[in-house]
């Protein structure tokens, strides 16, 4: 799949008069849904595997252009790392996309874009972090079965991201779209079973830090005939910059948008996760701070996830 950048699956967001109306047909989704899922599939296509890993993948997925592994150099690897409730190891990668391809896209499709409000020059460079671990499908400590991770990431996204996460303090669905008979052909595969969500979640901020809502775009799909769905979330962002409305809670609008896509790489029942995002906590935190921290939380993610969900076996 050619990687190619777009105007949704940024972090400047999507605006209110971008959604459709909740009584949108199917038909009417559909070129929203295609888009999102086009950028964001062709994004992380482009993720090389690690050494260790391709071994597992046969002679045709990695001659396969959909297999992820384009070396075209857009994502640099950051190192590996090892935590103790994960059987497998989590591989890390960057990637910036430049302030000159950001107004690029944003001439291209005439964006009238909050982040550039006074003149293209203000749109900021995207760093993206994303990490790649490839787990052995089992309903057993240090990984989990197939089942489980659609239930949590494709069915129940928000739902098990604050259970397992301590500092996701609660989560709201805020509208949804009836998608039902909406089907997305992408690099020649059909993209079924989707959906299309606006939701908020509010993150604990260690003091004095402010909490921080996170409002996003959620879509899902599953690919027709084999294991694998991807969840894209994309900042939901008001329609003029700093027009945000002060909330009861004190909590100050954060932006993040994220792809995260699960998929069998080779008969034996491996489970490819890969999780990529850019993000802004706006502020006063410190935007190299930020940079500097993402990362970690990622990797961690994939810890406190296997943790949590072990304990969930155990309770049952």
């Known amino acids: 799949m050619a990687d190619q950048h777009g105007p949704y699956v940024r972090l400047w967001g999507i605006r209110p008069s971008q959604l459709p109306s909740e009584t949108a047909s199917a038909q009417d989704l559909t070129p929203l849904l295609q888009s999102i899922l086009t950028e964001a599939l062709s994004f992380v296509s482009s993720v090389p595997p690690h050494s260790s890993e391709s ?110 996460t301590p500092t996701v303090m609660s989560h709201t669905l805020k509208r949804q779209w009836d998608c039902a008979g909406v089907e997305v052909t992408v690099g020649g ?21 402010n909490n921080r809502v996170f409002p996003v775009l959620q879509v899902t799909a599953a690919v027709r005939g084999r294991r694998e769905f991807v969840v894209v979330q994309i900042a939901a962002v008001p329609e003029t910059a700093g027009a945000e409305e002060a909330r009861p809670d004190g909590a100050l609008r954060g932006t993040y948008t994220a792809i995260e896509r699960f998929r069998e790489i080779d008969g034996q029942g491996n489970v490819e996760w890969v999780m990529g995002t850019v993000s802004d906590a706006r502020g006063v935190l410190p935007a190299w701070i930020q940079k500097m921290a993402v990362p970690g939380q990622i990797a961690k993610d994939v810890d406190m996830f296997l943790e949590w969900i072990a304990g969930e076996r155990e309770a049952k």
Not at 146 to 152: G, S
């Open 189 to 209: 595969d059909t993209y079924e079973d989707l959906t299309l969500k606006l939701e908020e979640s509010v993150h604990k901020m260690p003091a004095p830090l």
């Open 55 to 164: 071994s597992s993948l046969s002679s045709s997925e990695r001659s396969s252009p959909n297999n992820g592994n384009s070396t075209n150099g857009s994502w640099k690897a950051k190192g590996c790392r090892a935590f103790h409730h994960s059987a497998a190891p989590v591989h890390m990668f960057e990637r910036v996309v430049s302030a000159e391809e950001l107004r690029t896209i944003a001439k291209d499709q005439n964006q009238n874009l909050p982040q550039a409000s006074g003149g293209g020059s203000k749109i900021k460079p995207e760093t993206w972090s994303l990490r790649r671990s490839v787990h052995e499908e089992a309903k057993k400590a240090g990984t989990a079965d197939w089942e489980e991770w659609v239930r949590c990431f494709k069915a129940g996204h928000a739902d098990a991201e604050m259970k397992f």
